[in-house]
């Protein structure tokens, strides 16, 4: 089993930064992805930005400059450095962990998620 614990979610200012962080624990692989994901009310989890092992990253364009997510390996941890929020960054967000197993099976998980929200 794989448990994912995310922290640093909460309250800020338009134009303000927030660091997110995911702690990853259990039976993990030594190559698989990270992300993180939001979900806004009214609206589907959308992908804000991946990051491979070997530390490949992916962005929603609509955080492309703004966001930036790093791993560290050691520590089974991913971050995302949030810069010049806004409120439309407003959701809740989740962390997830996934790889392709022995004979082609997808493990995905899911952490319990963390609210940000951004004030006009």
């Known amino acids: 089993q794989v448990q994912l614990v995310e922290s640093g979610g909460g309250l800020v200012q338009a134009g303000g930064s927030l660091r997110l962080s995911c702690a990853a624990s259990g039976s993990i692989p030594s190559i698989y992805a990270m992300g993180w994901y939001r979900q806004a009310p009214g609206k589907q989890r959308e992908l804000v930005a991946a990051i491979s092992s070997g530390g490949r990253t992916n962005y929603a364009d609509s955080v492309k400059g703004r966001f930036t997510i790093s791993r560290d390996n050691a520590k089974n941890t991913v971050y995302l450095q949030m810069n010049s929020v806004k409120p439309e960054d407003t959701a809740h967000y989740y962390c997830?962990?996934?790889?392709?197993?022995?004979?082609?099976?997808?493990?995905?998980?899911w952490g319990q998620g963390t609210q940000v929200t951004v004030s006009s």
């Open positions: 997830n962990a996934a790889w392709t197993g022995g004979a082609g099976v997808v493990y995905d998980y």
